[in-house]
């Protein structure tokens, strides 16, 4: 038997714990009681609704109908005798050969339910000023005792509908939370993928999605950026990145208060996760060093993302509206000679001396590459003394057969 006061008293726990409104909860009982009722003393094509009261425990019940007239039903004096088709849940007698318009516009009315209808005439008995379309509510016999069957299936109801509900809540939540780090306990490693108690919900950080040469332990507690939240049929997915740029941006936003109150502003990020980065940032206030501000006093900000990003080395460099400078400044540590501007074809071509020219290319090319994605340029670098030359192009595309191979 459905105890309805206990389940009063359980209301605020479950808003409590699974964080679901009260009156979502309220919805999912009188559904359920409604059902249960119906499946012990209800009739077929009936609707019952059920309110209950959440002072006293008490539930009342009400059978509804529709107002129509029948010019918006089939009557059963209307009905043919053969063929049957499904209209609106019923099976209503299709002809066999429906000649005219007028004949496919009757079969499309729904049949006549005196359980489900009630015509125009008599609902202005009940309620003088009753319409079309309108629904009219008719108290149904309160019964105590609704039977093991259906307290079992108000039960399974009531389950159902909360795990939707915390569901619902649960996306809305992750879905606010989007574009932020969040923080959880690995809760196990299966195949590369970690997984990562959130609290609530489980999140995945694909092996793709994780810095090289990272481990997990069970039981660790790790930060990732939450980059995507996927509703599945079955649950919700929620996807997480340590590789994301803007996991480094959000890492600096935590750290910089200036970036965290928009003084100083990250204009663009180019990352090989777990390797280098360059950050460009700009200041909205003269007064203010952008750089000087994400570095910190002797370092300590910059070295508390490092630490974060598992050791990841970063440049951060002033951003500068005009090209020339801002390819200048992202291939620092170097020191550029001269810079010229081919616009037609997105590409510069960088001089340096011969001491500056590896220092400008960085090892393995990564220097050049990071400040080809920061600035959005092609850059070529030329050596004067001895003419050699690199074109990032040919390293980005080494870059990618390599990890194709992988």
Same mark, same amino acid.
């Given at each position: 038997?459905?105890?309805?006061?206990?389940? %009063?008293?359980?209301?605020?726990?479950?808003?409590?714990?699974?964080?679901?409104?009260? $009156?979502?909860?309220?919805?999912?009982?009188?559904?359920?009681?409604?059902?249960?009722?119906?499946?012990?003393?209800?009739?077929?094509?009936?609707?019952?609704?059920?309110?209950?009261?959440?002072?006293?425990?008490?539930?009342?019940?009400?059978?509804?109908?529709?107002?129509?007239?029948?010019?918006?039903?089939?009557?059963?004096?209307?009905?043919?005798?053969?063929?049957?088709?499904?209209?609106?849940?019923?099976?209503?007698?299709?002809?066999?050969?429906?000649?005219? $318009?007028?004949?496919?516009?009757?079969?499309?009315?729904?049949?006549?339910?005196?359980?489900?209808?009630?015509?125009?005439?008599?609902?202005?008995?009940?309620?003088? $000023?009753?319409?079309?379309?309108?629904?009219?509510?008719?108290?149904?016999?309160?019964?105590?005792?609704?039977?093991?069957?259906?307290?079992?299936?108000?039960?399974?109801?009531?389950?159902?509908?909360?795990?939707?509900?915390?569901?619902?809540?649960?996306?809305?939540?992750?879905?606010?939370?989007?574009?932020?780090?969040?923080?959880?306990?690995?809760?196990?490693?299966?195949?590369?993928?970690?997984?990562?108690?959130?609290?609530?919900?489980?999140?995945?950080?694909?092996?793709?999605?994780?810095?090289?040469?990272?481990?997990?332990?069970?039981?660790?507690?790790?930060?990732?950026?939450?980059?995507?939240?996927?509703?599945?049929?079955?649950?919700?997915?929620?996807?997480?990145?340590?590789?994301?740029?803007?996991?480094?941006?959000?890492?600096?936003?935590?750290?910089?208060?200036?970036?965290?109150?928009?003084?100083?502003?990250?204009?663009?990020?180019?990352?090989?996760?777990?390797?280098?980065?360059?950050?460009?940032?700009?200041?909205?206030? $003269?007064?203010?060093?952008?750089?000087?501000?994400?570095?910190?006093?002797?370092?300590?900000?910059?070295?508390?993302?490092?630490?974060?990003?598992?050791?990841?080395?970063?440049?951060?460099?002033?951003?500068?509206?005009?090209?020339?400078?801002?390819?200048?400044?992202?291939?620092?540590?170097?020191?550029?000679?001269?810079?010229?501007?081919?616009?037609?074809?997105?590409?510069?071509?960088?001089?340096?001396?011969?001491?500056?020219?590896?220092?400008?290319?960085?090892?393995?090319?990564? %220097?050049?590459?990071?400040?080809?994605?920061?600035?959005?340029?092609?850059?070529?670098?030329?050596?004067?003394?001895?003419?050699?030359?690199?074109?990032?192009?040919?390293?980005?595309?080494?870059?990618?057969?390599?990890?194709?191979?992988?």
């Amino acid at each position: 038997m459905l105890d309805l006061k206990t389940m %009063n008293s359980a209301l605020e726990q479950l808003e409590a714990e699974r964080g679901i409104p009260k $009156d979502k909860i309220v919805s999912v009982i009188e559904d359920a009681l409604a059902a249960a009722y119906k499946k012990d003393y209800g009739k077929r094509g009936q609707i019952i609704r059920a309110k209950f009261d959440l002072a006293t425990g008490k539930t009342d019940f009400f059978q509804v109908k529709l107002v129509v007239d029948e010019n918006m039903v089939r009557m059963p004096e209307d009905l043919p005798e053969e063929s049957s088709t499904e209209i609106l849940g019923e099976n209503v007698k299709k002809e066999e050969a429906a000649e005219g $318009d007028a004949a496919s516009e009757q079969i499309k009315k729904p049949r006549f339910n005196p359980e489900y209808h009630i015509l125009i005439e008599d609902a202005k008995k009940i309620k003088k $000023d009753a319409k079309l379309e309108e629904e009219i509510i008719f108290p149904l016999e309160a019964k105590d005792d609704y039977g093991r069957i259906a307290a079992q299936t108000a039960k399974q109801v009531i389950m159902q509908r909360i795990r939707e509900a915390e569901r619902v809540s649960v996306t809305e939540e992750y879905e606010k939370r989007k574009g932020e780090i969040v923080s959880g306990i690995v809760q196990r490693v299966e195949r590369g993928n970690v997984y990562v108690d959130l609290g609530r919900i489980t999140g995945v950080l694909p092996y793709d999605e994780q810095i090289n040469g990272e481990r997990f332990r069970i039981g660790e507690r790790v930060q990732a950026y939450l980059f995507a939240v996927e509703e599945t049929p079955r649950d919700i997915s929620l996807r997480l990145s340590r590789t994301h740029p803007k996991f480094l941006e959000k890492l600096f936003e935590r750290e910089v208060p200036e970036i965290a109150s928009g003084t100083v502003e990250i204009k663009a990020i180019a990352r090989e996760p777990g390797s280098r980065s360059k950050v460009a940032v700009a200041s909205l206030d $003269d007064h203010i060093d952008p750089v000087g501000s994400c570095v910190g006093q002797r370092g300590v900000r910059v070295a508390t993302v490092m630490n974060e990003a598992g050791g990841e080395k970063i440049d951060i460099i002033e951003w500068s509206s005009d090209p020339e400078r801002f390819i200048e400044r992202a291939l620092s540590p170097a020191k550029v000679e001269h810079v010229s501007l081919n616009t037609q074809e997105n590409q510069a071509i960088v001089g340096v001396t011969q001491d500056q020219y590896s220092l400008a290319i960085g090892r393995g090319g990564q %220097n050049a590459r990071l400040a080809a994605r920061l600035t959005g340029w092609k850059i070529d670098i030329r050596e004067s003394t001895n003419k050699q030359e690199l074109k990032t192009e040919k390293l980005e595309k080494e870059d990618d057969d390599n990890k194709s191979k992988k």
